[in-house]
């Protein structure tokens, strides 16, 4: 009797331990079906970044470290050569102001412009969706048509713009063959190219803010400029955040209104960084120094992006 109640405890905890196993088992066996199943789902997107994306930028990293000759092929292993020769060039040091000059003349343009026609066709007043359209067909046309387009206007004899300034007794202006204006005249056309798109991105933040907030300011007696300013303007911070990011990103990236118009020229005098990385690598066969171009390119603008969201970020009021 002693012996049996010796050993009556003992058998319920080996029956609660076997318990305690078997769905801690099958938990494990679930969360790992789950994960390779989530794995299996993720691979069509993980094969295209692999192809697309880390492929290229391994081989450009392999490719910044050698020296091609005039056929494109790999000759010699140079190393960190190739990044020494372009910051000791005077031309990349051009480039980089020339890039530098055209992002300020386009992102706070197209961004100011944008928010004003934003700011004005955001209303139920009839006709609106019509200046809606209007104002965001520039986001329908591709690179090459809008740059042709342009071409069209900016022609020294034919061309709508010297036209309109002959009405009013001006001189005609060479757009894309005088260095004085070769550089705005682009960014103009930038502006324009990219005013769709940062109009609608604005117009829907706009939409985005309740009108009871606006009825709240009314009510309280502000006006719709100190309303706009200081009150709708800190509720927009993100959306501007995001498209000032993106308009300086897209502006160190521009090339094919650039290759259309102006080819770089007159004098380099739109010479930006990709059109310099292009005419490297593409022109001249010099795909080792193209490639450590574009991986200057890349650090460039991952600094830029880092800068702005550790700065002004701290201006952006989030709802």
């Known amino acids: 009797m002693n012996t049996m109640d010796r050993d009556l405890p003992f058998t319920p905890t080996t029956k609660t331990t076997a318990k305690v196993k078997q769905p801690l088992r099958t938990a494990i066996n679930r969360n790992w079906t789950e994960t390779i199943l989530g794995y299996v789902f993720l691979f069509p997107s993980l094969l295209l970044f692999a192809v697309f994306l880390f492929y290229p930028l391994i081989q450009t990293f392999y490719l910044s470290l050698h020296e091609t000759d005039p056929r494109g092929r790999i000759a010699s292993f140079v190393g960190f050569d190739n990044f020494t020769a372009i910051f000791t060039s005077e031309r990349f040091y051009q480039s980089l102001g020339v890039t530098g000059l055209f992002t300020l003349l386009t992102v706070p343009t197209v961004i100011i412009i944008a928010l004003i026609l934003a700011a004005f066709t ?3 007043l009839k006709g609106m969706r019509i200046f809606q359209f209007i104002f965001s067909l520039p986001v329908v046309l591709s690179v090459g048509t809008s740059a042709v387009i342009w071409m069209m206007l900016f022609h020294p004899s034919v061309g709508m713009l010297n036209y309109l300034l002959s009405l009013v007794g001006l001189e005609s202006v060479a757009w894309l063959t005088d260095p004085r204006w070769a550089l705005l005249s682009v960014s103009m056309m930038t502006v324009w190219m990219n005013l769709g798109f940062t109009y609608i991105v604005l117009l829907s933040g706009l939409q ?47 090339f094919g209104q650039i290759h259309i118009l102006t080819r770089g020229g007159p004098v380099n005098s739109t010479d930006v960084l990709v059109y310099s990385l292009y005419q490297d690598a593409f022109i001249n066969f010099r795909f080792g120094t193209g490639s450590a171009q574009a991986l200057v390119l890349f650090t460039i603008i991952l600094i830029f992006t880092f800068v702005q969201f550790k700065v002004f970020e701290r201006n952006v009021h989030y709802q």
């Open 122 to 124: 955001h209303n139920h």
């Open 208 to 254: 985005g803010i309740s009108d009871d907030i606006y009825d709240s300011a009314k009510i309280d007696g502000s006006g719709p400029i100190r309303t706009f300013v200081q009150i709708v303007l800190p509720l927009l911070s993100p959306t501007v955040f995001f498209v000032t990011i993106v308009s300086i990103i897209g502006a160190f990236q521009s």
